[in-house]
């Protein structure tokens, strides 16, 4: 398992709640790409959640092939398992760059605090949750 505390909750989660209600039973040599795939299919989950599940499984596989409890010259039956966006699904939009006039209306709009935390972030290029994370603690050791 991974280090990381909030990936292993997430993997454990996946595990817990999704695979081994569906999979705990199944021999890994009887692990079959066209019912799971169907099976991830009808997971009314994201695409971004049903392939992480999916690598999961395919770790899995890989781990007993390691181990030699299947061939380990045998196909990982995972890899042939595709999943698609699911209709209605969200898109990403495109960025939209803002430009010299509208960044500045926006400063003009904004406190001393806010303007110079958001010069820094366009400036450096910071996501909104790293400006912040900067930001929280220079006021913590400041406090």
């Given at each position: 398992?991974?280090?990381?505390?909030?990936?292993?909750?997430?993997?454990?989660?996946?595990?817990?709640?999704?695979?081994?209600?569906?999979?705990?039973?199944?021999?890994?040599?009887?692990?079959?790409?066209?019912?799971?795939?169907?099976?991830?299919?009808?997971?009314?989950?994201?695409?971004?959640?049903?392939?992480?599940?999916?690598?999961?499984?395919?770790?899995?596989?890989?781990?007993?092939?390691?181990?030699?409890?299947?061939?380990?010259?045998?196909?990982?039956?995972?890899?042939?398992?595709?999943?698609?966006?699911?209709?209605?699904?969200?898109?990403?939009?495109?960025?939209?760059?803002?430009?010299?006039?509208?960044?500045?209306?926006?400063?003009?709009?904004?406190?001393?605090?806010?303007?110079?935390?958001?010069?820094?972030?366009?400036?450096?290029?910071?996501?909104?949750?790293?400006?912040?994370?900067?930001?929280?603690g220079s006021v913590r050791k400041s406090a």
């Amino acid at each position: 398992m991974p280090e990381r505390a909030t990936t292993r909750r997430g993997y454990e989660s996946y595990f817990e709640n999704h695979i081994i209600p569906k999979w705990g039973n199944v021999p890994i040599t009887e692990l079959k790409p066209d019912p799971v795939e169907t099976w991830l299919r009808e997971l009314k989950l994201s695409t971004k959640t049903k392939r992480n599940i999916r690598g999961l499984i395919s770790v899995l596989w890989d781990f007993a092939a390691k181990k030699e409890y299947v061939a380990s010259a045998s196909r990982n039956p995972v890899s042939l398992v595709r999943l698609r966006k699911q209709p209605g699904e969200k898109r990403r939009l495109p960025v939209k760059d803002l430009s010299s006039e509208q960044f500045q209306r926006l400063l003009d709009n904004l406190d001393f605090v806010l303007r110079t935390l958001f010069t820094a972030q366009f400036s450096l290029g910071l996501r909104i949750s790293e400006a912040l994370g900067t930001w929280i603690g220079s006021v913590r050791k400041s406090a």
